[in-house]
């Protein structure tokens, strides 16, 4: 009998372990959101987040073994960027264009407003507030950065993604 050998790489529409560890993240800026005097952490998680459900939207599986052995996964990023405009941006077109006809169905025609601005007001936020006593971190939309994680959760859902899966 021959053993099996897994693909070495290959897309998961949304990356699964990036996913739940910006899940991860959105549950623990929920939770210290509940204590006062913590808004710092509160930010950087929600921010992180954000970020880490556009990147499970870009990344690639590589698998090392095959179905008789132990067998370890990691994650490549095509971007190492912390910015979630240039993420966003960085998607394939068909993605983009998915993304924000979901977005506009999510939140209806709120004046004024796409994905890609909302996004572009996050960048710097991760690096900045990281280092607030730098004084360089800018005031932050908090409805916003949760309406934002609220819909890549159910942008990154599988009834939601099925139309990309292979």
């Known amino acids: ?63 090392n073994g095959d179905e008789n052995l132990s067998i370890s996964r990691i994650s490549k990023l095509r971007s190492n960027t912390h910015s979630v405009h240039e993420l966003f941006q960085n998607l394939p077109r068909d993605k983009q264009e998915w993304l924000t006809s979901l977005y506009r169905i999510f939140f209806g025609d709120r004046v004024g407003s796409s994905l890609a601005e909302d996004l572009k007001s996050f960048d710097g936020v991760f690096i900045n507030w990281r280092y607030i006593y730098e004084g360089k971190a800018k005031t932050v939309q908090s409805g916003l950065l949760d309406e934002l994680i609220n819909f890549f959760e159910f942008s990154c859902s599988p009834a939601s993604t099925a139309k990309f899966q292979e």
Do not use: C, W
């Open 1 to 63: 009998m021959s053993k099996k050998v897994l693909p070495k790489e290959f897309t998961a529409f949304p990356e699964p372990m990036i996913l739940s560890t910006a899940r991860d993240f959105a549950a623990a800026s929920r939770i210290l959101r509940s204590q006062s005097g913590v808004s710092v952490p509160v930010i950087i998680n929600a921010v992180l987040s954000l970020e880490l459900y556009l990147k499970s939207l870009h990344a690639t599986q590589i698998y």
